[in-house]
């Protein structure tokens, strides 16, 4: 299968917002399409606060990969992180395979010319599909990388 990756633009967000809506639905959260146009939105008018890749082929957008750059107080730096991966279930494994982690080494790419030192991520315990997909892309970075052991946590604010 041959795809390309691209960064979302003004033109192609409308595409890409039906897969943002399903990576949502995976995750059970809302699906507020108005809100999701506004908030990538700002990502295609201000590279500042992070980029989004899609990954194309000839009948459309297959997957897309969000990137925020982010301060890291242990460090005193910023570096990148990987908060969005999702790839059409149509298009992982099988004859597909690869389109996951080619949005990875995109995405990997992007930072690296933007000179942060690294990317990290995270996903749900019971994402064992992209934990195996992590496994396999975290031999390719220059130095060692690893699965940590931090817990995340989430504390709710009254809605804005």
């Not at 892309?137 to 699965?147: N, R, T």
Request: proline residues 5%.
């Amino acid at each position: 299968m041959t795809y390309r990756i691209e960064r979302v633009t003004a033109t192609t967000l409308e595409d890409v917002l039906p897969l943002i809506a399903d990576y949502q639905v995976f995750y059970e959260c809302g699906v507020d399409e108005e809100r999701n146009r506004r908030f990538f939105g700002e990502l295609v008018d201000n590279d500042g606060l992070g980029v989004q890749l899609a990954a194309w082929d000839g009948s459309g957008v297959l997957g897309f990969t969000t990137l925020y750059w982010v301060r890291t107080s242990t460090l005193a730096t910023t570096v990148a992180l990987l908060n969005d991966l999702y790839v059409l279930p149509s298009h992982r494994g099988g004859r597909d395979k690869g389109v996951g982690a080619e949005l990875m080494r995109a995405a990997a790419a992007e930072a690296a010319e933007r000179g942060y030192p690294s990317m990290s991520w995270e996903t749900a315990p019971d994402n064992t599909s992209g934990q195996a997909l992590y496994d396999r892309f975290l031999p390719e970075a220059p130095a060692p990388g690893s699965k940590t052991r931090w817990l995340h946590y989430s504390y709710p604010l009254t809605a804005r």
